[in-house]
């Protein structure tokens, strides 16, 4: 049986005042999917929708893993000193 809340199954670097959560689902066709979702200082900053990650949960929780620190990477690098126009999530 999936655990609700896979997100203790993963190792992440976060940085300072950022959680991360991870729900994670098995289909029919037995492939793991799921939402992850990171915030910072409690504010929603991304939400991935991660789907046909691999049969194996340990592959699959690997997969999430590295699609999360290639976003907070991506993430860090940009100024973030103004207002983009765009709303919270």
């Known amino acids: 049986m999936d655990h609700p809340d896979a997100s203790l199954e ?17 289909g029919e066709d037995q492939m793991h999917g799921g939402v992850a979702e990171l915030r910072e200082a409690g504010v929603l900053r991304c939400r991935m929708l991660v789907s046909n ?22 993430w860090q690098s940009r100024d973030h000193s103004g207002s983009t126009g765009f709303a919270d999530l």
Not at 53 to 74: G, H, I, P, S
């Open 53 to 74: 990650l691999d049969r194996d949960r340990k592959l699959a929780l690997d997969r999430v893993a590295t699609r999360v620190e290639f976003w907070l990477a991506e």
């Open 10 to 26: 993963i190792s992440l670097n976060l940085p300072e005042g950022w959680t991360f959560d991870l729900q994670l689902t098995r």
